[in-house]
């Protein structure tokens, strides 16, 4: 398995942990719920002793359930950054340092571009830019090509957007980046992309502004079994802790026998959102900064 797929992986793991909430409620509620009906058809119990006892059971089943989702919530976040870790692992062991000969090369020729385009008009400091990428070949020159593009590109900063002329330039930086980027180096970028925009994400979403919470069958499962305090921190199981001034759980996990596995059997909706978070990430990775669909001043 190469560091892209174990990446691409762990990034599952999370979209499959998030996806999967309904499912873990159901698993979560239903046997508490056989233990509430238990309770109310005990008639050796009091009406109120039946009220107390579900009470009871409610406040203890509640306490094990957020030390279950908060550790879950750990888990999702462990995978992104596990994720993260691999992604930025492979850019790193790609990157191109140019030596001195290089360098010294590109300054000369790109002070001589810069130079040219000083005195020409748009149009044809576009044909020069453009003659001086044509020419380009080696990845330490391009590097260094984009890391200074920002000052090149500084003559067209006047120009009206439908001129073209800073499309013409985006294209171009993308056209070097397409070029002498490694393509496992784009494919981390976007790993890391989409991990950063999942991180702190609510894992948990109960109920959002205007939601009529009754319609919401994820409340409504929380709500019947579980006290108030599980409704109320689901969605943040720190502060769960916080508020009772303890400690949340720590996640341990063993490395020598973790292992990565594939679930039994996918819950539909964890599949549904697995797939639009794949969609995600490939329209993250279209639309990065100095792609056609960036914001354009």
Known sequence: MTNIEKALTSIQNAYAIRGNKTGFLKDEVLPIRDMIKKIKGDTSLSP?????????????KTEIFMRKV?????EYQRNLQEAKTIAKGVIESNVIYPDDATKLKFSRELSELKFKISLLDTRASMKEISSFVDNLNDAGSATLLLESFHEIAGKFSDTRNEDGFKSELTQLYKRIQKDFTPEEVIEAEGIIEAADSNMNNRLFTLVMPG????????FSLINEVFSREAARFYQDPEAY?????????????????????????????AQRYMDIQRKISELLAQTRPNNDGGEEQ
Do not use: F
């Not at 109120?48 to 203890?60: D, F, Q, R």
């Not at 908060?70 to 750990?74: A, N, T, V």
């Not at 802790?241 to 059997?265: N, Q, W």
């Open 48 to 60: 109120k002793g039946k009220a107390e006892k579900i009470e009871e059971l409610k406040k203890k």
């Open 70 to 74: 908060s550790l879950r919530k750990q």
């Open 211 to 218: 939601d009529n919470p009754s319609l919401n069958p994820e």
């Open 241 to 269: 802790y916080e508020s009772k001034g303890l400690e949340s759980p720590t996640l341990v996990v063993d490395k020598k026998e973790e292992k990565v596995e594939k679930a039994k059997e996918v819950d539909p909706e």
